[in-house]
């Protein structure tokens, strides 16, 4: 039972490296809560992308916290790990996208796994939820979206990007995003195409379940997007948008999984206090003890 957890982004809105910043009681990272609510409904196998530079640092930090018995491996996500046969020419200084973050673990996970982001709270129960369904059914290619309601996710602080899902049942059929989405005169809408919404959406916060086939998938994604020389320099390759190629294609189905909980991230440097109070107080209520980690034998 594998957590990926993406911990490779620069923050370039944020002003440093969030998923660095000790946002617990006693200075844990948010990605600690995320771990410790993953441990706690039956995961065993954490991974962890980064930046070559915060390898060493994370393993020795990490392994001294979660317990003993559970599988951890930091992995670095590198400009240079291309499919093989490949190549590109020209400058690039940024990751190539949360994809191929993804595809940085394609030796390390064999199973059926979960995706998160490392600088957003997702919820005990949506860990829960996850355990559920990726132990459902072992006769089928697992595919999930752990789904919530979109006026849940906004920030007080600026607009958000949110991938807003369409479906049909309990079936995903796309994920749209939109990039500029906040509130003007009362009205919820994405500035950037003008589309009015009214937070009941579901949306998708980049918490997915995959099948080790997506490894495949992105690979030849990859492959289309290197042949491309305006993708060089600054283009990147999305996770979404590998799984609504797929998808469009019928060759997956993917399950929208109400996540029954409350997420929070911290997109803006304001962010910061409400994901404080917002720890502290789940901590003040026993949800969590403090410190986090107590012992790891």
Not at 122 to 133: E, I, P, T
Request: hydrophobic share 35%; charged share 25%; with cysteine.
């Amino acid at each position: 039972m594998t957590l990926l957890l993406m911990a490779a982004g620069r923050g370039s809105r944020y002003g440093k490296l969030k998923q660095f910043d000790g946002l617990g009681p006693k200075e844990e990272f948010l990605m600690e809560f995320s771990i410790y609510d993953a441990l706690e409904n039956g995961f065993n196998h954490i991974v962890v992308i980064t930046q070559r530079d915060n390898v060493d640092f994370l393993t020795n930090y990490l392994s001294s916290r979660i317990p003993k018995n559970i599988q951890l491996d930091v992995l670095a996500q590198e400009l240079s790990d291309l499919p093989t046969g490949t190549s590109y020419e020209g400058e690039r200084n940024k990751p190539w996208g949360t994809a191929h973050a993804v595809w940085t673990a394609r030796k390390h996970i064999k199973t059926t796994f979960a995706i998160i982001n490392a600088d957003d709270y997702y919820g005990k129960a949506a860990y829960r939820n996850a355990f559920k369904f990726m132990t459902s059914d072992k006769n089928r290619e697992l595919y999930g979206l752990m789904a919530y309601t979109l006026k849940d996710t906004l920030s007080e602080f600026g607009s958000v990007s949110r991938g807003v899902c369409e479906r049909d049942g309990d079936k995903l059929i796309s994920v749209v995003e939109r990039t500029q989405i906040e509130y003007v005169n009362g009205q919820l809408q994405d500035t950037d195409s003008g589309i009015k919404l009214n937070g009941n959406e579901l949306a998708s916060m980049n918490f997915w379940i995959c099948s080790p086939s997506i490894f495949d998938f992105i690979e030849n994604d990859f492959r289309s997007f290197l042949e491309k020389e305006e993708n060089i320099q600054s283009g990147e390759i999305y996770i979404p948008f590998v799984i609504q190629k797929v998808l469009e294609k019928k060759r997956i189905e993917v399950d929208v999984i109400p996540s029954d909980s409350i997420w929070f991230g911290i997109t803006y440097a304001d962010d910061k206090e409400k994901g404080v109070n917002d720890l502290q107080n789940m901590t003040n209520s026993g949800s969590y003890p403090s410190p986090l980690w107590t012992n790891n034998d």
